[in-house]
C-alpha cells in the first residue's frame, strides 16, 4: 500500500495541472492499493468515491498547486477513514472500568497494558490495577509485574497453575473492595489464531464485561494483521484498536485496513518500547505518514511547542550584542532536546530527505549532544560565561566531571568559539529567518 500511494503522489507533485484523466489514473492506482491492503470493497468503494466528489468540485485556491490540494484531499479522506479526530477511552462506568487487552503474542499487550496504566494514572488521575491472565508463559506474568512496577500501578497476582477465568474474577473482586479505578486485564495471544484461545478471551469477556476491549495489533504486520483483525472481530465486541510499533519500518498502511476491518477506531499508537512510548492515535497525522509526507503537522507542532520564542528573541539579542556564552549554548542544547532530539524530529519529515540522513550518523549525533551537555554542565556558571579563561587544569576538572578525555573539551570549546563567529555574523537576523523558516514548514 505504503509505495504504491507514495509513489503515486510523487507522480502527482510533478504535474503542474490535474486533468479529469490524471485524477482517473490516480484513483485507479488508490483503488488497486487499497484493495490490495485488503481492505473492504465497500469501504475503497466509498474512499475513492469522496475523493473523486472532492477533487474535481475543488477550487484549487491560494498558493496550491493542483497536485498538492489532490494530495490533500486524499490525505483529509484518508485520515477519515481511519477515524475522525481522536477517539479518547471510554471509562464512563461504575469503576471498576475494566479493559480488556486482546491479540496475538508478540502484539504488546503485556507493554501496552503497563503504557496505559502509566498513562490513565498520569493524564486521568486514576487508581489502576493490572492482572495477567497469560498462564502459559511463566515469564509472562513476571513480565507484567516488571511493567506495572515502572508504570507505578497496582499489580495483581496470578500464578500458571491457575484459570484464566478464576484469576480475572479474583481480581475484579480485589478491585471492587479496593476502589480501583480501572482494571487492566491482560490475556495471552498465540502466535497464530487458533480456537481455544479466542474461546478463551471469550469466556473472559462474558466474565468481566470490560467497558473496552482493545486489540492490540502490530503495525508491522502489514497484510497479516487484516486476518487478525477480523478474527478477534467475530470473536469479540471490539470497542478500539491499539496500533503498536509504530516506531519501526512500517509506514502504517495497516491502521487503514485494520480499522476497516475490526469496525472500532483505533484509539492509541505504541511509539517505542519504553513505558511511556504510547499516544493517543491522531487519523490526520497517520495519514500523512501512510502518504509518506513525513509528520509534518507534528513537526511544527514539535518546533512551536520546543522552542521559546521569547527564548530565542532573547537569543537573538545576545547574539547581536556579541554576548553569545557557553550558557546560551547549552541552552540551544537543550531546546534541541526538548524537541525530542534529531531522530524524532528526523522521523517526522519526508521519508526521501531522513533517509539521507542516515541512522548511523543520527544515533552518533544525538549522542554527541548528549555528551556535549555533559560537558558543559561540568563547568562552572563563570567558565560558561567566560570560556576564556578555561586552560589546562580546568580542562582536566571539567574533563573528569564530565567523564570524557581532555581532547573532547577542547573540541567542543573550539566548535563553540566557530558557533560565536559564525552567529556574530548572522547578527540575529538570520537566526530568526531561520527559525521562521521551520514554522512555516507547513
Ligand atoms: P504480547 O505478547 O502481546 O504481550 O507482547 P509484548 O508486550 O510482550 O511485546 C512484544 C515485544 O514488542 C516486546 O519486546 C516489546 O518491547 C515490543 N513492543 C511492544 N510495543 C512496542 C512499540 O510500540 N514499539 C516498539 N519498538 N516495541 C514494542
Ligand atoms: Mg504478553
Redesign the pocket.
Known sequence: LTEKLSRLVKQVRGQARITESNVQDMLREVRMALLEADVALPVVRDFIARVKDKALGQEVVGSLTPGQALVGIIHRELAATMGEGVADLNLAVQPPAVILMA??????????TAKLAKWLIERRKKKVLTVSG?VYRPA?IE?LRTVTKQAGAEWFPSTPDQKPLDIARAALDYARKHYVDVLIV?TA?RLAIDEAMMQEIRALHAELKPVETLF?V?AMQGQDAVNTARAFKEALPLTGIVL?????DSRGGAALSVRAVAGAPIKFA????KID??ELFDAERHAGRILGMGDIVALVEQVTAGVDLQQAQKLAAKVKSGGFDLEDFLEQIRQMKKMGGLSSLLDKLPTQIAAKAGEADLDRAEKDIRRKEGIICAMTPEERRRPEIIKASRKRRIAAGAGVQVQEVNRLLKEFEQMQAMMKKMKGGGLMKMMKRLGGLK
Not at 505504541?270 to 518500547?273: C, K, N, R, T
Request: aromatic share 0%; no cysteine.
Open positions: 491479540g496475538l503474542q508478540g502484539a504488546g499487550k503485556t507493554t501496552t497469560d509472562a513480565q491482560d495471544g492490540v502490530d503498536t510499533k509504530l516506531d519501526g505504541g511509539v517505542s518500547e512510548g504510547l
